[in-house]
T-cell receptor, first 109, second 117 residues
Framework: GQNIDQPTEMTATEGAIVQINCTYQTSGFNGLFWYQQHAGEAPTFLSYNVLDGLEEKGRFSSFLSRSKGYSYLLLKELQMKDSASYLCAVMESNYQLVWGAGTKLIIKP | GAVVSQHPSWVICKSGTSVKIECRSLDFQATTMFWYRQFPKQSLMLMATSNEGSKATYEQGVEKDKFLINHASLTLSTLTVTSAHPEDSSFYIC?????????????FGPGTRLLVL
């Protein structure tokens, strides 16, 4: 069956680093996405990993291990505006996205 | 580029009425559009996949007679919630896959918040 797990909530300090983990079990795999979603808004695209390894994009990096069914999103130099929910989503063989419940990230000064 | 709009952005209606939500790809053609629903503090749930010129494919548990989807052109898909009830109150989000491009690419609309009284 389909299952995507990520922590419900995390708290971090402004300027620090935080890692949000995601584990998945899905029917087939065509890549893993990370999205940022502010309250009341639609998700915005952050990253896409289809091969193992680390993808770095500015303050955000995303890592994938397909053999372990595991990914993480790493946020550096945290800013208050990074307070949001971070959604992990896996694209299955039929190119449909299966979504995690999201991790609410709270940034404290 | 790659902008998807939704209209209305929010709507309040009485129980029993029907509500239509539009999803438009403004600067690209979309052969496939997806409709999602998100309840508070929950993940996005795919309701249906809409393909231009053909019937929508609904996910298990989604009533096709209640949630009518029309994808009449390459830039417009509509979702009509018929005989809406308070439990239909939710955040409805569409996304569009460009006709030209990777299968992995989807662009999201800003969402429509529906409140049924």
């Amino acid at each position: 069956g389909q299952n995507i797990d990520q922590p419900t909530e995390m708290t971090a300090t402004e300027g620090a680093i935080v890692q949000i983990n995601c584990t998945y079990q899905t029917s087939g795999f065509n890549g893993l996405f990370w999205y940022q979603q502010h309250a009341g808004e639609a998700p915005t695209f952050l990253s896409y990993n289809v091969l193992d390894g680390l993808e770095e994009k500015g303050r955000f990096s995303s890592f994938l291990s397909r053999s372990k069914g595991y990914s993480y999103l790493l946020l550096k130099e945290l800013q208050m505006k990074d307070s949001a929910s971070y959604l992990c989503a896996v694209m299955e063989s039929n190119y449909q996205l299966v979504w995690g419940a999201g991790t609410k990230l709270i940034i404290k000064p | 580029g790659a902008v998807v709009s939704q209209h209305p952005s929010w709507v309040i209606c009485k129980s029993g009425t029907s509500v239509k939500i539009e999803c438009r790809s403004l600067d690209f053609q979309a052969t496939t559009m997806f409709w999602y629903r998100q309840f508070p503090k929950q993940s996005l749930m795919l309701m249906a996949t809409s393909n231009e010129g053909s019937k929508a494919t609904y996910e298990q548990g989604v009533e096709k007679d209640k949630f009518l989807i029309n994808h009449a052109s390459l830039t417009l898909s509509t979702l009509t919630v018929t005989s809406a009830h308070p439990e239909d109150s939710s955040f409805y989000i569409c996304s569009a896959r460009p006709a030209a491009g990777d299968q992995e690419t989807q662009y999201f609309g800003p969402g429509t918040r529906l409140l049924v009284l």
